[in-house]
């Protein structure tokens, strides 16, 4: 067995050996040897064959990959770690916009002129209600985003109260990428042009976005899936933005048209925002939004399990590994294939998340690890976020978030790049167990697209906990492999499309040294005398730590 420090220091104490695990004792070298490519691969194969159509949540295919995870648990020893079981049950709205019932209708100079869904525009539907209309004047407000801290605001000069606000995604690359990525959030958006008293919303694409997700793309994936949010216990969807009765996303030819002849043309507002420049200004025409939207109350579990600290204080605090479940479902046919299977994301993130379980659950550490197979990430961090709001251990006693999804293996893989450990005492833990797999640690290469809250780390980040989203880096082994081309290939070609499946290539020697450094994170933070904590006056340490 694994000696702790605490145990080494009290050497001799009965507590130390009462707690010892009554089978034979495996150490952490032969417990990280026990993860194998072929169990990888046997997961991989579950999770991500057509059978299982695509994962989404709420759906057979999900639940049958659920329960996959909770039989694995099941024969590691786990210990059930959800209300019911293995299962926590996360109550879901799932609710889907009647198509022909929506309406986008620009008023200009006296002539309304009646814009095509799909063709012009796509909308989502409302959380709660079954119809909403909404007519007001349009404000352009850049980013829309108001960060006095660092100086910048969208808003400052304009008067959105009763309007509709224009705004590009992302925020400004000026700001730390910190600030960035809590500002570029919908949610950050939402609340502020609410707290201004904004009623309508109009999602216009930058120059990247049209390079990355052509309009065909949108155009193809509008209305094939439902919209999800989780429900509060008394009855409330998480993230519902009552006030804002109308919202839409308008293709760049629309935007081009619709910006002409107003103080500032589409092209000029789209160069303001690269300079990261507030060029908010009203555009001195109105729109009408209108839809309707069918509800349904659903429920989709979190697989979770856990694997109890041998130590009698520490086991009392629990390190939480994260990949979600989920995935996209069946939808709009690419090549005739219409199922997306999610290989890389996150079949990969999950079977990474079963055989770290299994490592440490043949040689437990001195505090507890808590595994979760997540659902509803894609539709919105839900399965993350209800967790982090109503925890099956106690909340206080949650010290690290470790999250792993879509982790790419295309090639032999030199760098792991671990998305906010710099914010944390996690930086130098995370470094070593990566280096001791051989790996180097980079920095986040692409602040711009906002990895950290991307995913169900922030969740977790949100609730005060110090965490960590784990990725391969750029960098091969083999220099003669371009790993950023080989990446932006896969971003561009296969991320969320059907062809992420089991014919997508991967790197084993790589994927199985990522998982054994997966564990050895879990190992040393379980083994440190103190829990993480967010650095001294850290951004989001700042804004959410306890
Ligand atoms: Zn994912």
């Known amino acids: 067995m694994r000696i702790s420090p605490l145990c080494l220091a009290a050497l001799m104490i009965a507590a130390c050996s009462k707690d010892a695990p009554e089978q034979p004792a495996v150490d952490e070298s032969t417990a990280l040897d026990s993860i194998t490519q072929e169990a990888l691969a046997a997961h991989i194969a579950y999770l991500a064959d057509d059978a299982r159509e695509g994962r989404m949540a709420g759906q057979k295919g999900y639940d049958e990959a659920a329960q996959y995870v909770a039989d694995r648990?099941?024969?590691?020893?786990?210990?059930?770690?959800?209300?019911?079981?293995?299962?926590?049950?996360?109550?879901?709205?799932?609710?889907?916009?009647?198509?022909?019932?929506?309406?986008?209708?620009?008023?200009?100079?006296?002539?309304?002129?009646?814009?095509?869904?799909?063709?012009?525009?796509?909308?989502?539907?409302?959380?709660?209600?079954?119809?909403?209309g909404v007519r007001a004047e349009v404000v352009y407000v850049g980013f829309?985003?108001?960060?006095?801290?660092?100086?910048?605001?969208?808003?400052?000069?304009?008067?959105v109260e009763g309007k509709i606000v224009a705004m590009f995604g992302n925020a400004p690359a000026t700001l730390p990428s910190e600030e960035r990525a809590y500002y570029s959030s919908g949610r950050t958006k939402a609340q502020e042009a609410v707290r201004r008293g904004a009623i309508g919303m109009i999602g216009l694409r930058s120059?990247?976005?049209?390079?990355?997700?052509?309009?065909?793309?949108?155009?193809?994936?509008?209305?094939?899936?439902?919209?999800?949010?989780?429900?509060?216990?008394?009855?409330?969807?998480?993230?519902?933005?009552?006030?804002?009765?109308?919202?839409a996303f308008i293709s760049t030819d629309v935007a081009h048209e619709l910006f002409a002849g107003t103080p500032i043309s589409f092209a000029e507002a789209r160069d303001a925002t690269e300079a990261s420049t507030a060029a908010s200004v009203p555009l001195g025409f109105e729109v009408s939004i209108g839809k309707r939207t069918t509800h349904e109350v659903i429920t989709s579990p979190n697989v979770v399990g856990i694997v109890p600290g041998t130590d009698p204080e520490l086991k009392n605090e629990y390190i939480v590994f994260t990949a979600h479940l989920d995935h996209n479902g069946?939808?709009?046919?690419?090549?005739?294939?219409?199922?997306?299977?999610?290989?890389?994301?996150?079949?990969?993130?999950?079977?990474?998340?079963?055989?770290?379980?299994?490592?440490?659950?043949?040689?437990?550490?001195?505090?507890?690890?808590?595994?979760?197979?997540?659902t509803a990430e894609e539709r919105g961090l839900l399965g993350s976020d209800y967790y982090a709001h109503y925890p099956t251990v106690p909340s206080d006693a949650?010290?690290?978030?470790?999250?792993?999804?879509?982790?790419l293996f295309l090639y032999p893989v030199a760098d792991i790049i671990a998305f906010g450990s710099e914010h944390s005492s996690l930086e130098n833990t995370v470094g070593e167990a990566i280096v001791a797999e051989g790996f180097t640690l980079t920095p986040d290469p692409m602040p711009e697209e906002n990895l950290f809250r991307r995913s169900d780390q922030y969740s977790f980040v949100r609730r005060g906990v110090p965490s960590v989203y784990l990725k391969p880096g750029f960098t091969s082994t083999d220099p003669s492999i371009d790993g950023k081309a080989v990446q932006d290939e896969h971003r561009k070609n296969h991320y969320h499309q059907p062809s992420d499946d089991l014919s997508r290539p991967v790197d084993w020697d790589s994927t199985v040294r990522f998982a054994r450094a997966n564990a050895r994170i879990g190992y040393a933070i379980a083994s440190e005398e103190s829990r993480p904590a967010w650095n001294e006056g850290d951004f989001f340490g700042e804004k959410f730590g306890r």
């Open 207 to 247: 120059r990247r976005f049209d390079e990355f997700v052509p309009w065909d793309r949108v155009k193809a994936q509008a209305g094939t899936r439902p919209g999800m949010a989780w429900v509060t216990l008394t009855g409330e969807p998480s993230d519902y933005y009552p006030e804002i009765l109308g919202s």
């Open 73 to 132: 648990f099941d024969e590691m020893g786990m210990t059930p770690g959800g209300d019911d079981g293995w299962y926590q049950p996360v109550p879901l709205i799932s609710y889907r916009i009647d198509e022909e019932s929506t309406t986008l209708i620009a008023h200009r100079d006296g002539e309304d002129t009646a814009l095509q869904y799909k063709e012009h525009y796509v909308m989502g539907g409302d959380k709660v209600r079954a119809e909403t």
């Open 398 to 407: 949650i010290i690290a978030n470790i999250n792993l999804d879509m982790p």
């Open 144 to 159: 829309g985003v108001h960060a006095p801290e660092v100086g910048y605001s969208d808003y400052d000069g304009v008067d």
């Open 330 to 374: 069946v939808g709009a046919p690419v090549d005739g294939d219409a199922i997306y299977n999610g290989m890389y994301d996150n079949a990969m993130g999950t079977s990474l998340l079963i055989e770290t379980a299994r490592a440490v659950a043949k040689s437990p550490a001195e505090r507890s690890m808590v595994f979760i197979a997540l």
